[in-house]
């Protein structure tokens, strides 16, 4: 596995970092391109909230993806990478006036509008500014996800949209406002999601309510499904590569677009989750009374997802040959929950070892945190090293 890694340069960088791997990126990003491209009317945008690190970005940007933002700070983040406005959408349950204000400013695409409370403070934001902001409603189509529940997000219990049964009456709120215009429907049911069925359940949903719609003589010119696809954390080097054809295949098979409509896609982890790796050291082996522990310099504050979702990451120690031997691979945390796999079979490890937890390109970087007064991780790419 020492191969895939320039251990001899990661020798020399401060522990624990981010690495990227932006061939494998680029390589996603060629994936996903030439797949959506075979279906007319797809747009894919990238979700900043999977990874926000700037250099990851810029490469994303100029692949040519638009970008889905969930906050005022996502929208200049990519703003600042180069995507541009007119490629990008903004969704969230709660956005600040703020930030509604800087989407107006910067003349985004599209608002995603979670709720009629929201779709009036809209209305009135824009008026200010002169302005008419371009909406598509977020609807909560009840439809579950074979995932974990903390990341389920299509069910009526969730926080997240506008219920189905207020559809109709919240569209006809849109047409009635000066500031606002009705241009499609959004719709996301949950994130590392494996079973196709789950989205071909979205498609019987989406169909359903175009019918609906449409004996109202109400025209969507715009169909956002979100993202979800997710990878094989399992088997990062056999798999570096989701299965993008099967889901945009999915939708073309299933979801029925009218003429001209189109169909606009926001994919974040399957982009980038393979790509990076938190790089940890080792400190200290411990022997325990029934087992040994790999104690690391990274830890929850740096790569949280394990002890948020109790998330499996393959783990390797890219210093060594030695024989495999079973260790709990834990961080130094002062919370019994700061461990990153229990029973990990690793080549034998001793303290300087470099452990790599691979698939961390999503919701690793972005969502550290200083606990402890710890310092954030760096992240580099392999232009970098």
Same mark, same amino acid.
């Given at each position: ?13 401060? +522990? ?11 390589? @996603?990003?060629?994936?996903? *391109? ?5 279906? !007319?009317?797809? !747009? ?6 999977? %990874? ?15 970008? /889905?933002?969930?906050?005022?700070? !996502? ?23 703020? $930030? ?29 500014? &002169? ?5 598509? *409603? ?18 009526? !219990? ?14 006809? $709120? ?29 498609? %019987? ?18 169909? %956002? ?8 954390? +399992?088997?990062? %080097? ?11 295949? +999915?939708?073309?098979? *299933?979801?029925? *677009? ?7 896609? $926001? ?9 990076? @790796? ?10 325990? @009374? ?25 783990? $390797? ?8 031997? @079973? ?10 929950? /700061? ?12 303290r300087g070892d470099l452990i790599a937890l691979r698939s961390a &390109? ?24």
């Open positions: 596995m020492k191969g895939r890694f320039p251990t001899d340069k990661f020798q020399s960088i401060e +522990t624990p970092f981010y690495y990227y791997d932006t061939d494998l990126l680029r390589t @996603t990003l060629r994936a996903i *391109l030439s797949e959506s491209s075979k279906h !007319e009317g797809y !747009e894919v945008h990238y979700a900043i909230k999977a %990874n926000a690190n700037p250099k990851v970005l810029n490469v994303i940007a100029q692949a040519g993806l638009g970008a /889905d933002c969930v906050s005022g700070g !996502e929208i200049r983040a990519a703003l600042g990478a180069g995507f541009p406005s007119r490629k990008m959408v903004y969704a969230g349950v709660g956005k600040a006036d703020w $930030e509604i204000n800087l989407g107006l400013d910067k003349d985004i695409f599209c608002f995603n509008v979670e709720s009629q409370a929201e779709l009036e403070v809209l209305n009135d934001l824009a008026g200010q500014r &002169g302005k008419k902001a371009r909406v598509a *409603l977020r609807i909560n189509p009840d439809v579950g996800a074979h995932t974990h529940s903390n990341i389920t997000t299509g069910l009526a !219990e969730n926080k997240f949209g506008i219920a189905m049964g207020d559809m109709e009456r919240v569209v006809d $709120e849109v047409n009635s406002l000066p500031h606002v215009e009705f241009i499609g429907l959004h719709f996301h049911i949950g994130s590392q999601i494996l079973n196709m069925g789950d989205f071909a359940a979205l498609c %019987n949903r989406i169909n359903d309510l175009q019918k609906q719609l449409e004996r109202h003589r109400v025209t969507v010119h715009h169909i %956002n499904v979100g993202g979800g696809l997710g990878i094989d954390y +399992t088997h990062p %080097n056999r798999v570096p590569i989701p299965d993008f054809k099967g889901y945009f295949d +999915t939708y073309a098979r *299933l979801l029925h *677009l009218r003429p001209g409509q189109k169909l606009h896609f $926001e994919l974040g982890r399957s982009v980038v989750a393979q790509c990076g @790796t938190l790089v940890t050291r080792t400190l200290y082996v411990k022997q325990g @009374t029934a087992k040994q522990f790999a104690i690391v310099d990274a830890g929850m504050t740096d790569l949280i997802r394990p002890a948020l979702y109790q998330a499996y990451h393959k783990i $390797e120690n890219i210093s060594s040959d030695g024989p495999v031997q @079973t260790y709990d691979v834990v961080g130094p945390i002062c919370e019994s929950s /700061d461990v990153f796999g229990k029973s990990v079979d690793l080549n034998e490890t001793h &390109g999503a919701y690793g970087e972005i969502m550290a945190s200083q606990y402890n007064c710890r310092k954030l991780p760096r992240g580099y790419i392999t232009e970098e090293l």
